[in-house]
């Protein structure tokens, strides 16, 4: 009777943890909630939470394990709904997943604001060079038919060159941005952050590079000068590069260090184009250096009248066009 009696109370007893484990389980639900974040950009959808949707869940998940593991039965719930250029996002979760998914879409939003400035900016900075190159056009004292023709096509070039280089740095930036969005997920450790800086060193390098894919046509009234002047002789496209080269955006600054050819009197420049990165500036000349300091891509001196730079890695210059001309009195 007794062996009954201790049977029935641990019957009892399982029963009774049971209804409280179900009770709490009950009363834990109720803390689940749905909210609606209306209005989400939907490049901010397509391109970083759509992609990331499965990483989003799993973070959120993991969350309620810290939290309260008894929640984990409950797992949290994404669902997006688009609307034209807008996307509702449908958030199912207790309010913790409410809390750390406002942080995470606020992380997010702050990305994309700088790479859009970044954009912005690149796009300022080149329609400065157009406007700057259609004033030196202007400056040019010549009606002939020759002249306007060549300014045309060279003026649409010119502009269908920057549309290229924009949508290339834009496409490069957007790789870069998107390194970023897994660890605005997960949340920011001190390991992340710590990815930062060479991310930024590394676009402003490209940043460089994007800059230095167009002429300097701060001289372009001058060399434009040269030309009606003299005569280019011929125009070829080479390859290669040296070490410790030396490089300027004045041509006739090159011009005097070329030397005329005992047959024929001509003279060579070279236009390259220079990948400078981070250039170390020196206002001062200085025989011993021999690199570039440490941090900095290549040397950019400032002492002269016409700046030059100066690069020592091979593959940093690449020649562009080889100009092989003569100077002739008239």
Same mark, same amino acid.
């Given at each position: 009777m007794?062996?009954? =009696?201790?049977?029935?109370? /641990?019957?009892?007893?399982?029963?009774?943890?049971?209804?409280?484990?179900? *009770?709490?389980?009950?009363?834990?639900?109720?803390?689940?909630?749905?909210? *609606?974040?209306?209005?989400?950009?939907s490049q901010l959808v397509d391109n970083y939470l759509l992609p990331n949707h499965n990483l989003l869940l799993y973070y959120l998940k993991n969350l309620s394990t810290k939290m309260n593991p008894q929640s984990t039965n409950y797992p949290p719930q994404i669902i997006f709904e688009? %609307?034209?250029?807008?996307?509702?996002?449908? #958030?199912?979760?207790?309010?913790?997943?409410?809390? =750390?998914? /406002?942080?995470?879409?606020?992380?997010? =939003?702050?990305?994309? %604001?700088?790479?859009q400035s970044a954009k912005d900016y690149y796009q300022q900075h080149l329609n400065r060079i157009i406007?700057?190159?259609?004033?030196?056009?202007?400056?040019?004292?010549?009606?002939?038919? @020759?002249?306007?023709?060549?300014?045309?096509?060279?003026?649409? *070039?010119? /502009?269908?060159?920057?549309?290229?280089? #924009?949508?290339?740095?834009?496409?490069?930036?957007?790789?870069?941005?998107?390194?970023?969005?897994?660890?605005?997920?997960?949340? @920011?450790?001190?390991?992340?952050?710590?990815?930062?800086?060479?991310?930024?060193?590394?676009?402003?390098?490209? @940043?460089?590079?994007?800059t230095l894919q167009l002429p300097l046509f701060e001289s372009t009234k001058d060399l434009i000068d040269k030309i009606e002047k003299n005569t280019i002789i011929t125009i070829t496209t080479p390859t290669g590069s040296g070490h410790g080269a030396y490089f300027a955006d004045n041509p006739q600054k090159s011009h005097k260090y070329t030397k005329a050819d005992e047959n024929d009197q001509t003279r060579v420049i070279f236009y390259a184009k220079v990948l400078l990165g981070i250039p170390s500036v020196q206002n001062k000349d200085n025989s011993n250096l021999t690199s570039a300091s440490i941090g900095s891509h290549s040397v950019q001196g400032t002492g002269d009248d016409d700046e030059e730079y100066i690069v020592y890695r091979y593959g940093q210059a690449l020649h562009y066009l080889k100009i092989i001309y003569k100077i002739i009195d008239v």
């Open positions: 007794g062996k009954v =009696q201790n049977e029935r109370k /641990k019957l009892e007893e399982e029963v009774k943890q049971f209804k409280d484990k179900q *009770n709490k389980l009950k009363q834990i639900k109720t803390g689940i909630h749905t909210v *609606n974040y209306e209005k989400i950009s688009k %609307n034209q250029t807008m996307y509702t996002i449908a #958030v199912t979760g207790f309010q913790y997943h409410h809390d =750390q998914f /406002k942080i995470i879409l606020q992380r997010i =939003q702050s990305v994309n %604001n700088s790479m406007r700057s190159l259609m004033i030196t056009f202007l400056q040019v004292q010549s009606k002939t038919r @020759y002249w306007l023709l060549y300014k045309n096509i060279f003026s649409n *070039n010119i /502009k269908e060159k920057i549309k290229e280089y #924009v949508s290339m740095f834009n496409i490069s930036i957007e790789e870069q941005i998107k390194t970023l969005i897994e660890q605005c997920i997960s949340s @920011y450790q001190l390991k992340h952050l710590e990815l930062i800086p060479p991310l930024l060193q590394r676009i402003i390098i490209y @940043y460089c590079c994007f």
